[in-house]
């Protein structure tokens, strides 16, 4: 049995994180290797580098497979930690935002499209290794997994962590990577900007008051890429950051760690 706290080796295999419920793992194989998470064939780097997301209801176990370059086979069970969320209660939206005509609904399906064809590239950057900051600092106004209602009724759970600051505050790419999405108007999300990370590990902002970035570009970490804003469905100026591992939605303080204390202050 395999929990993985803090580093496992086998020798072939190391692997360093702790699975948990919208966590995220690294590891490393000998070269050759190939390596299946719940059927999904992972992608491994030259330097036998992979990476896997864990999402939001992640069962308690889950099974990796690997067939070494030399034939050798091998299953692990990966124990996920599991975790329990915050209900949020947000009153006085505009009903249509809560409530979408068909119009709408149209539109909404298409941005959804573009967001998930984004959220299925599998590069191969490994621009995860660099590690994330906060691309904002201020107070955490919305937390990962919890489930939201909205005018008093019961939505989909908040995938991600929203940052409240002022809008015109600079975003910062927290890792490094290529732009795989700009969007400057989406029904829900406002301007949003998608940037993939490598292996399927991506970043989402939304309710972007500015957007100072191209699909293609590559970005460093740290560098400026939009202005926090308050569009789309939003009630006032925040940031919010998803991070997905393919259709598997993360949560970025775990990559992030806490926000630090003093950047809030110096944000206020």
């Known amino acids: 049995m395999w929990a993985l706290v803090g580093a496992a080796s086998s020798g072939k295999l190391i692997v360093s994180g702790e699975p948990t419920q919208g966590g995220l793992i690294h590891g490393r194989v ?4 190939q390596i299946w ?4 064939n992972l992608r491994v780097s030259k330097r036998g580098e992979f990476v896997i997301g864990f999402g939001r209801n992640e069962p308690p176990i889950t ?3 690997i067939r070494y370059a030399d034939g050798q086979r091998e299953q692990r069970n990966v124990h996920v930690a599991q975790r329990e969320y915050d209900v949020q209660r947000i009153d006085g939206l505009p009903p249509r935002k809560v409530e ?3 119009k709408d609904l149209v539109r909404i399906r298409r941005e959804a499209a573009l967001i998930k064809t984004a959220r299925r590239r599998d590069s191969v950057y490994t621009d995860f290794l660099g590690g994330f900051a906060w691309p904002v600092a201020g107070r955490i106004s919305g937390v990962y997994g ?10 989909r759970p908040h995938y991600g962590v929203d940052v409240a600051a002022r809008a015109g505050t600079p975003v910062r790419a ?6 795989s999405l700009v969007h400057r108007d989406m029904y829900f999300t406002g301007g949003t900007i998608i940037i993939d990370h490598g292996h399927g590990l991506s970043s989402l902002f ?8 191209q699909e293609g570009r590559r970005v460093a970490r740290g560098d400026t890429i939009a202005k926090v804003g308050a569009t789309g ?3 006032g100026p925040h940031l919010h950051w998803g991070m997905n591992w393919f259709e598997r939605r993360l949560d970025p303080k775990l990559m992030a760690g806490p926000m630090p204390t003093a950047a809030i202050q110096n944000n206020r």
Do not use: I
């Open 206 to 213: 939304s309710h972007l008051s500015a957007v100072h970035v």
């Open 30 to 33: 000998s070269p050759g290797a």
């Open 63 to 65: 099974k990796l497979r």
């Open 174 to 179: 927290p890792a490094s990577g290529v732009v």
């Open 146 to 155: 919890s489930q939201r209602v909205l005018n008093g009724k019961p939505r």
């Open 100 to 102: 979408p005509t068909a």
């Open 37 to 40: 998470y719940e059927g999904r």
């Open 233 to 235: 469905r939003a009630t």
